[in-house]
């Protein structure tokens, strides 16, 4: 990259652009095998994680409007305004955690990541403490701390964590090829049956099919050579197939 100094010339661009080089690594995930089944696991139960995610930001929005209602604006630097006086001395302003407010809903927001990580929550009280005078607002800290932290945080983690082994074993699943006797041969995500009878019952199709399911709802888990098999050796009351419960097929030919 070459920077001409001109008028226009902004050299934080450059940095951004050197920065962005950084995104080549992702190359690894399609390259290195263990990192190639991670990121496939990842995007796969991304979307069955939506719902506790979108949990944790109301909550933690929640937390930030009341947070701007109780304390907005008593974190100032302003030398004209004596509760900055208040904030020299101890080891919020010590730690420069000047940025860590509720003077805005952005800045709320900087503050309860801090708290959900657990990064040094106890300094970022102390200068709220100082400034209000009081120690009531251990209150608000805590019990962001056991609500956000201890029960919903905690859910979240324990939930990838169970759903990364799941798909795990699912995706190991995938390199067997699963043989449903005169009905249909299952590999990977797919399965592959003659369309002229399925489980018993004549169509009148002919030809090789591919039959896949997926979930009517992003957030439902399924294991989808279980729901295949499922498929090819369950019949109804009228002979005729009858697929997994929230699933539908869909299905092209040969």
Same mark, same amino acid.
């Given at each position: 990259?070459?920077?001409?100094?001109?008028?226009?010339?902004?050299?934080?661009?450059?940095?951004?652009?050197?920065?962005?080089?950084?995104?080549?690594?992702?190359?690894?995930?399609?390259?290195?095998?263990?990192?190639?089944?991670?990121?496939?696991?990842?995007? *796969? #139960?991304?979307?069955?994680? $939506?719902?506790?995610?979108?949990?944790?930001? @109301?909550?933690?929005?929640? !937390?930030?409007?009341? =947070?701007?209602?109780?304390?907005?604006?008593?974190?100032?630097?302003?030398?004209?305004?004596?509760?900055?006086?208040?904030?020299?001395?101890?080891?919020?302003?010590?730690?420069?955690?000047?940025?860590?407010?509720?003077?805005?809903?952005?800045?709320?927001?900087?503050?309860?990541?801090?708290?959900?990580?657990?990064?040094?929550?106890?300094?970022? *009280? #102390?200068?709220?403490?100082? $400034?209000?005078?009081?120690?009531?607002?251990? @209150?608000?800290?805590?019990? !962001?701390?056991?609500? =956000?932290?201890?029960?919903?945080?905690?859910?979240?983690?324990?939930?990838?964590?169970?759903?990364?082994?799941?798909?795990?074993?699912?995706?190991?699943?995938?390199?067997?090829?699963?043989?449903?006797?005169?009905?249909?041969?299952?590999?990977?995500?797919?399965?592959?049956?003659?369309?002229?009878?399925?489980?018993?019952?004549?169509?009148?199709?002919?030809?090789?099919?591919?039959?896949?399911?997926?979930?009517?709802?992003?957030?439902?888990?399924?294991?989808?050579?279980?729901?295949?098999?499922?498929?090819?050796?369950?019949?109804?009351?009228?002979?005729?197939?009858?697929?997994?419960?929230?699933?539908?097929?869909?299905?092209?030919?040969?």
């Amino acid at each position: 990259y070459v920077y001409y100094p001109n008028a226009y010339s902004n050299s934080r661009l450059i940095r951004f652009v050197v920065m962005a080089r950084a995104f080549r690594l992702g190359r690894l995930l399609m390259i290195v095998p263990g990192f190639e089944m991670l990121g496939s696991i990842t995007a *796969e #139960i991304l979307p069955a994680t $939506v719902g506790v995610i979108l949990l944790l930001f @109301f909550l933690m929005y929640g !937390f930030a409007a009341l =947070g701007t209602i109780l304390y907005g604006g008593l974190i100032t630097r302003d030398p004209a305004n004596p509760l900055a006086a208040k904030l020299l001395g101890n080891d919020f302003s010590d730690n420069d955690y000047w940025a860590n407010n509720f003077n805005d809903m952005m800045s709320g927001m900087n503050v309860l990541f801090n708290l959900l990580v657990v990064n040094n929550w106890t300094n970022c *009280e #102390i200068g709220f403490e100082a $400034v209000t005078g009081h120690k009531w607002v251990r @209150f608000f800290f805590l019990s !962001f701390h056991v609500v =956000g932290v201890v029960f919903i945080n905690n859910l979240l983690i324990a939930f990838i964590v169970n759903a990364y082994f799941q798909q795990l074993e699912v995706i190991k699943g995938r390199n067997n090829e699963d043989v449903v006797p005169g009905e249909a041969v299952i590999t990977g995500e797919k399965a592959l049956f003659n369309a002229s009878e399925i489980t018993g019952t004549k169509t009148g199709a002919t030809g090789g099919y591919y039959a896949r399911l997926r979930a009517i709802h992003a957030d439902v888990e399924i294991d989808e050579r279980e729901g295949l098999r499922r498929l090819f050796t369950q019949q109804s009351s009228t002979g005729s197939s009858k697929g997994p419960d929230d699933v539908v097929i869909a299905s092209n030919g040969m």
